[in-house]
């Protein structure tokens, strides 16, 4: 396999991040599913996904992913000791491939970034915030909720500039800007430098799913 996307624990992280990858268009037969459970590997294999029963942490189990190959890592453990674990051997085995990790606890997510994670969720303070916001501010969070739920209603995406918006105001696009990247530099909506768009900037924008 190559240019597929190894997902690292079939709980209910693991499979909250596939939903959202299938999803966002990518396909069955380019997920795979590690855990050391017999019985999540059997239901992720029925479902169509390429399943490999074993500790995701050991080299040699996420050798037989072609880890060197895959396009994206998701990192979905259910304890943060493994998860640093699991991003280790992955940064060891390919240096380059992005990694998303989650932790339960904030306090643990430098230490998954200093461990090679180039996206850290905390799911902890995260649901915390969530929690803090529905008392005061219930309509915010509907608003989260649809952001986050995909196929529906408004959706978050990633995308390049087209041809025809180069040149434009960010401002000035159908889909509600948020931030646009440039450089390797990222700039949120309402900073003046983003000035007029170019043809390599990457959007993160939300639009109505058609």
Do not use: W
């Not at 396009?71 to 380059?96: E, G």
């Not at 646009?180 to 309402?190: A, E, Q």
């Amino acid at each position: 396999m190559r240019q597929h996307v190894v997902v690292c624990g079939y709980g209910t992280k693991g499979r909250s991040a596939i939903r959202a990858l299938l999803a966002n268009g990518t396909e069955k037969e380019l997920i795979v599913v590690v855990d050391p459970s017999p019985t999540a590997i059997d239901e992720a294999n029925s479902l169509g996904f390429t399943g490999i029963v074993g500790d995701a942490g050991r080299a040699d189990v996420l050798r037989r992913t072609s880890i060197e190959k895959a396009r994206a890592v998701v990192v979905a453990a259910n304890r943060d000791d493994t998860a640093v674990l699991i991003t280790l051997t992955v940064r060891q085995l390919n240096p380059t491939v992005p990694i998303t990790a989650s932790v339960r606890e904030e306090e643990n997510a430098s230490l998954l970034r200093q461990s090679g994670a180039d996206s850290v969720i905390t799911s902890s303070s995260t649901s915390g915030r969530l929690l803090g916001l529905a008392t005061d501010s219930p309509r915010v969070v509907a608003v989260v909720e649809d952001l986050l739920t995909s196929g529906h209603g408004l959706d978050l995406a990633q995308r390049t500039v087209t041809s025809a918006e180069v040149g434009m105001g960010a401002r000035q696009l159908r889909d509600v800007v948020l931030s646009v990247t440039r450089g390797g530099r990222t700039l949120r909506f309402d900073d003046p430098k983003i000035g007029t768009l170019q043809s390599e900037d990457v959007l993160v924008v939300v639009r109505s799913h058609a």
